[in-house]
């Protein structure tokens, strides 16, 4: 087995890719500091449209992207591929999705996952853009990690909510912040008189969950009547 057979056979095990996506290429660019990796699609193999996810044939490829991954050593580490495009009988030509990135992503779900704890252990934005070497994309990052984990937040326990106001900006501004007293999380927020993501909250309230004010003095959740809540482009807003 050559030298390069075997750096393809390591690096899809370090990326976790198996059949019928396989390593094509590693190529090392010092002058660059960079590590590029091509994927490519083991052609006779079915595809799968993304929407109904049925096996269909192979209409052509999609141009190829780039994907910031996570670095090799001192390197940064790229992967470029060209992603197939299925062709269903349904829903006619689609892009299939790639197991290591979210659609439309430009980094792969592994990095997102790193910058999501360099941001929680920055004291700001600017300095994990800084340590992680990207621009303003983190605050992408960030709302890609809020909805999948408003995907996974769980209503069933929720017992007692509270409301509070907390100040930013050197204490000339103010957010409201709506909060499950008992697993400390927070729940729903934002400025003035609205709090994205508390509409589903502020209905549990009068179905039998019990509501607190917080401790800056006031903020009765069982006062905010769920018709008050709308659901827009961002999300449950409570007027």
Known sequence: MSMDTELQKHYALLLGIGSPWEVKAVELKLTEK??????????????QCPDCGCECSIHDSAPERTWRHLDTMQFTTLIRARTPRAECPEHGVKTMQVPWAVPQGRFTLLFERFAVEVLLACANVSQACELLGIGWDAHEIMRRAVERGLERRQMDQLAHLGMDEKSFKRGHSYIKLL??????????????THLRGGGPVVGRAHTGTESGGGSG???HVGAVHPDD?????????CA
């Open 34 to 47: 960079k590590v590029e990796i091509e994927l490519g699609w083991q052609w006779g193999s079915a595809a």
């Open 179 to 192: 909060t499950d007293l008992d697993q400390s999380r927070v729940l729903g927020g934002g400025g003035g």
């Open 217 to 219: 003095g006031g903020g």
């Open 229 to 237: 809540c709308q659901a827009g482009a961002g999300g449950g807003h």
